[in-house]
């Protein structure tokens, strides 16, 4: 069986239609589906089923993709130890993390880690919630930065969950602003505002619409944008506030005003890995990197892992 499908056969599962693998993976969608069915020749068994104009896996299919995982994360581990016999973490791990975390918290570790193990390549992907665990369940990610707080997508029993720090969300307004400078702000006072929401179906654009409907209003929507820096720049011309994570806000950077919330709302933030997954050197050693210096004095994250 070659590994490269498998990858594939572990893609369908998590993303659901071939057209999906096909993005993740740059391809076309044919050339994913003439790969799936060199697999069924290589295993000699239907892997996959047509149910209309979609294809979804065989009980077959199911048992090998979940197998599947378990045998790209041995073969990893393999390379890692043939890379540096164990005597020091070494080779790629990929760490995917939000907008706001990867400036905050990612880079920052990225550059203790580079110093510290020259042998250990970290590859940066800025991936939103919703994008980060479906990865790191597919195996195209090896450690992802999200949060508990995203209740479309909650986090199962198949991934270890180590916390890493709680953020507030935040109102920002442009800093001329009547309101600014004042105390926790209540929303419904902001209902004739124009608002600045990230882009639809994402874990801010969701919880800002639900703040905003709490608060028995529907907000008027001027910008719509996936990047942090946008909607700090729109507020910060005046055109409008926004709800946004306490760590997306560079306050030494962009001119706005911040107000916490009358009804105060936190999302907490925290690292997940692959249960069962072989232990990773490396995978551990960026772990611990990302965690605060009290964390890291308590235990290791081999220690954490192999505790839950």
């Known amino acids: 069986m070659n590994p490269w499908r498998l990858r594939l056969l572990t893609r369908l599962d998590s993303l659901g239609t071939v057209r999906a693998v096909a993005q993740?993976?740059?391809?076309?969608?044919?050339?994913?589906?003439?790969?799936?069915?060199?697999?069924?020749?290589?295993?000699?068994?239907?892997?996959?089923?047509?149910?209309?104009?979609?294809?979804?896996?065989?009980?077959?299919?199911?048992?090998?993709?979940?197998?599947a995982r378990a045998i790209l994360d041995h073969m990893d581990s393999v390379e890692e130890e043939l890379r540096g016999f164990g005597e020091e973490p070494s080779g790629l791990v990929r760490v995917g993390a939000f907008q706001s975390a990867v400036h905050t918290m990612a880079v920052p570790a990225v550059t203790r880690l580079a110093r510290a193990y020259p042998h250990l390549d970290v590859q940066l992907l800025e991936l939103e919630p919703h994008e980060s665990v479906p990865a790191l369940r597919a195996g195209d990610a090896d450690l992802v930065i999200t949060t508990t707080d995203f209740g479309e997508l909650p986090l199962g029993p198949d991934l270890d969950l180590v916390p890493l720090t709680t953020d507030p969300i935040l109102l920002v307004l442009p800093p001329e602003h009547p309101a600014a400078g004042r105390g926790p702000a209540d929303l419904a006072a902001f209902a004739e505002e124009s608002w600045a929401i990230d882009i639809s179906q994402s874990y801010m654009a969701n919880l800002a619409l639900r703040l905003c409907r709490q608060a028995r209003f529907e907000p008027?929507?001027?910008?719509?944008?996936?990047?942090?820096?946008?909607?700090?720049e729109l507020v910060e011309a005046g055109h409008a506030v926004a709800?946004?994570?306490?760590?997306?806000?560079?306050?030494?950077?962009?001119?706005?005003?911040?107000?916490?919330?009358?009804?105060?709302?936190t999302r907490t933030i925290t690292?997940?890995?692959?249960?069962?997954?072989?232990?990773?050197?490396?995978?551990?050693?960026?772990?611990?990197?990302?965690?605060p210096p009290a964390a890291n004095d308590g235990c290791s994250a081999e220690g954490r892992a192999a505790e839950s």
Request: avoid cysteine; aromatic fraction near 2%.
């Open 271 to 291: 690292a997940a890995i692959r249960k069962g997954a072989p232990p990773r050197a490396a995978v551990h050693t960026v772990l611990d990197a990302l965690l």
């Open 24 to 67: 993740a993976a740059h391809l076309s969608p044919s050339s994913v589906s003439q790969q799936l069915a060199v697999l069924e020749t290589e295993t000699g068994t239907q892997l996959l089923e047509r149910t209309g104009r979609r294809v979804r896996l065989t009980s077959a299919g199911l048992i090998l993709a979940r197998r």
């Open 243 to 265: 709800l946004l994570p306490g760590l997306a806000v560079d306050a030494g950077r962009y001119r706005v005003a911040t107000r916490e919330l009358a009804n105060p709302v």
């Open 220 to 232: 008027r929507v001027v910008g719509r944008f996936s990047n942090y820096m946008l909607t700090l």
